[in-house]
């Protein structure tokens, strides 16, 4: 057996070496974030505008709405919504939440009030970011909302006046709470194996890990400068891939992220070009996109691609072949994670010598996995399916009041019982085979058959009701 595998206990070790993690108990994910010294120049660009936010302005905007949101009552442990689209102040109003010690919600912005009322009330939510358009939907429910705005021209306008207080707020923080890493930073909303979706409950410990073991780590291993990265950030930051990357991990990193609001192909195209983008996570959908796209033109538009990472959701060879012929100089990798592992699971990684493109990659560092018969219960060896488990520094806490849940979710020695089938192969890179849960994957999106079971049940037409993937 190989030497990642222990054949006993029938645990997989990551082929990476260990990465340290810290180990102090009052260690915050935002003063983590800006302990990392870099030299970087532009943190956060809006695509449609060229509005951008420099590093050394990051993190005062940061304490700017952090205290105005002191003065506005909000205390460590409090519930903010973001219901937002992407945009440059996404980051700032997600960090600057956590910079007080209170909790963050994120949720799609086109969630019905159904949904939203539904978090609302489970999480207790007092507050709510959006934008203008939803401002509406969360009229019936009682909280307080502040609008967002698109980017710097926006905040003229008088809609936003609150959001524009909030962003000049001179500092005025008496003195920060004491934020232990064990404190809850946000809930992700995710169905899990089974059921309606349920709030994922990650702490500040959970999401340290993640810029480690994810996007901090995946840096280290290539050679050059991550501050001459720039990343497309298309994919929404309210789900766990997008808010991972561009709201956290890669401003650690001293990287550009260029923000784009919603996925359109030629915008796509112009925002490569212009910004020189380098780096562009994907969901599978955007990927057949860029190889339709690829095909209409001659080079030059796409030069400035280093890499692509697709993950989320399944992806055929077929696809990967295409993409790989359409764009033969773009490092392409898949990635596989979970919102209750904190996105941390697995990322591919070529080199020269070896490329494995239809695999998930390897086990990210300090991460161990099992691969189970659902049947027997039995460990199974490289080269066999099963379920896959995984433990590590990254796995949540536990679902927002639900105990039991999360006592079948994850066991009793800290495995998460992911619903996965895969494979290790020999080389110890991981394959994703079949889903053993029953959620629905659109676009990379979760959908819960059962949230739309409760949903149709509701019409008058409709007697009973069973929805399948
Ligand atoms: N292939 C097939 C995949 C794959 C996949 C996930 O909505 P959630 O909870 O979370 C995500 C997270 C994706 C992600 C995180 C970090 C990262 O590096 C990365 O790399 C590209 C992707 O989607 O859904 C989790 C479920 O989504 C399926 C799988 O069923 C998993 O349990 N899934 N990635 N590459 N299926």
Same mark, same amino acid.
């Given at each position: 057996?190989?030497?990642?595998?222990?054949?006993?206990?029938?645990?997989?070790?990551?082929?990476?070496?260990?990465?340290?993690?810290?180990?102090?108990?009052?260690?915050?994910?935002?003063?983590?974030?800006?302990?990392?010294?870099?030299?970087?120049?532009?943190?956060?660009?809006?695509?449609?505008?060229?509005?951008?936010?420099?590093?050394?302005?990051?993190?005062?905007?940061?304490?700017?709405? =952090?205290?105005?949101?002191?003065?506005?009552?909000?205390?460590?442990?409090?519930?903010?919504?973001?219901?937002?689209?992407?945009?440059?102040?996404?980051?700032?109003?997600?960090?600057?939440?956590?910079?007080?010690?209170?909790?963050?919600?994120? *949720?799609?912005?086109?969630?019905?009030?159904?949904?939203?009322?539904?978090?609302?009330?489970?999480?207790?939510?007092?507050?709510?970011?959006?934008?203008?358009?939803?401002?509406?939907?969360?009229?019936?429910?009682?909280?307080?909302? #502040?609008?967002?705005?698109?980017?710097?021209?926006?905040?003229?306008?008088?809609?936003?006046?609150?959001?524009?207080?909030?962003?000049?707020?001179?500092?005025?923080?008496?003195?920060?709470?004491?934020?232990?890493?064990?404190?809850?930073?946000? #809930?992700?909303y995710s169905s899990g194996?089974?059921?309606?979706s349920?709030?994922?409950?990650?702490?500040?410990?959970?999401?340290?890990?993640?810029?480690?073991?994810?996007?901090?780590?995946?840096?280290?291993?290539?050679?050059?400068?991550?501050?001459?990265?720039?990343?497309? =950030?298309?994919?929404?930051?309210?789900h766990?891939?997008?808010?991972?990357?561009?709201?956290?991990?890669?401003?650690?990193?001293?990287?550009?992220?260029?923000?784009?609001?919603?996925?359109?192909?030629?915008?796509?195209?112009?925002?490569?070009?212009?910004?020189?983008?380098?780096?562009?996570?994907?969901?599978?959908?955007?990927?057949?996109?860029?190889?339709?796209?690829?095909?209409?033109?001659?080079?030059?538009?796409?030069?400035?691609?280093?890499?692509?990472?697709?993950?989320a959701a399944?992806?055929?060879?077929?696809?990967?072949?295409?993409?790989?012929?359409?764009?033969?100089?773009?490092?392409?990798?898949?990635?596989?994670?979970m919102t209750?592992?904190?996105?941390?699971?697995?990322?591919?990684?070529?080199?020269?010598?070896?490329?494995?493109?239809?695999?998930?990659? *390897?086990? =990210?560092?300090?991460?161990?996995?099992?691969?189970?018969?659902?049947?027997?219960? =039995?460990?199974?060896?490289?080269?066999?399916?099963?379920? *896959?488990?995984?433990?590590?520094?990254?796995?949540?806490?536990?679902?927002?009041?639900?105990?039991?849940?999360?006592?079948?979710? #994850?066991?009793?020695?800290?495995?998460?019982?992911?619903?996965?089938?895969?494979?290790?192969?020999?080389?110890?890179?991981?394959?994703?085979?079949?889903?053993?849960?029953?959620i629905i994957k659109y676009?990379g999106f979760q959908i819960a058959?059962?949230d739309?079971?409760?949903? *149709?049940?509701?019409?008058?037409?409709?007697?009973?009701?069973?929805?399948?993937?």
């Amino acid at each position: 057996h190989p030497h990642w595998f222990s054949p006993k206990s029938g645990i997989y070790h990551s082929k990476h070496a260990p990465v340290d993690l810290p180990n102090d108990p009052f260690l915050d994910l935002v003063s983590f974030i800006f302990s990392h010294r870099h030299n970087g120049v532009s943190a956060l660009v809006d695509s449609s505008s060229g509005c951008s936010i420099s590093y050394p302005k990051l993190l005062p905007l940061v304490k700017s709405v =952090a205290s105005g949101l002191h003065r506005m009552g909000v205390s460590q442990g409090d519930v903010v919504l973001l219901l937002l689209p992407n945009s440059i102040y996404y980051p700032i109003v997600f960090l600057a939440v956590l910079y007080i010690g209170a909790i963050v919600t994120p *949720l799609n912005p086109l969630s019905s009030v159904y949904e939203i009322r539904r978090q609302v009330s489970e999480c207790g939510v007092s507050l709510a970011f959006t934008v203008p358009e939803n401002e509406k939907k969360l009229e019936p429910l009682g909280i307080s909302v #502040i609008a967002v705005p698109e980017n710097e021209k926006g905040l003229k306008d008088g809609c936003f006046s609150c959001f524009c207080d909030l962003i000049s707020c001179d500092f005025d923080l008496p003195k920060r709470p004491v934020i232990k890493q064990d404190d809850t930073a946000g #809930i992700l909303y995710s169905s899990g194996t089974t059921g309606v979706s349920k709030g994922v409950v990650l702490s500040h410990k959970n999401l340290v890990a993640m810029v480690e073991l994810f996007v901090r780590f995946e840096a280290s291993q290539y050679e050059g400068s991550c501050l001459r990265n720039v990343y497309l =950030a298309v994919l929404p930051m309210f789900h766990v891939y997008g808010l991972s990357l561009f709201a956290v991990g890669l401003l650690s990193l001293g990287s550009t992220v260029v923000v784009m609001r919603k996925f359109d192909i030629d915008e796509v195209v112009r925002v490569i070009d212009e910004y020189k983008v380098t780096h562009f996570p994907v969901v599978p959908p955007m990927l057949t996109a860029l190889i339709k796209r690829a095909k209409g033109v001659n080079g030059g538009e796409f030069q400035s691609l280093v890499q692509v990472s697709s993950g989320a959701a399944p992806l055929s060879m077929g696809v990967i072949n295409e993409f790989i012929r359409a764009f033969p100089n773009v490092d392409f990798i898949q990635g596989y994670g979970m919102t209750e592992s904190t996105a941390v699971g697995t990322r591919g990684f070529n080199t020269e010598k070896f490329r494995n493109y239809s695999s998930i990659g *390897l086990l =990210a560092p300090n991460m161990e996995a099992k691969v189970v018969d659902w049947n027997t219960g =039995a460990f199974l060896p490289p080269g066999s399916s099963g379920e *896959l488990r995984l433990r590590g520094p990254s796995i949540m806490t536990g679902y927002l009041n639900n105990e039991e849940v999360t006592m079948s979710t #994850i066991d009793k020695d800290g495995w998460l019982h992911t619903g996965d089938v895969v494979y290790f192969d020999h080389d110890g890179y991981l394959h994703i085979s079949d889903r053993l849960k029953d959620i629905i994957k659109y676009k990379g999106f979760q959908i819960a058959p059962a949230d739309l079971e409760a949903v *149709l049940i509701l019409h008058p037409e409709i007697v009973d009701v069973a929805v399948t993937r």
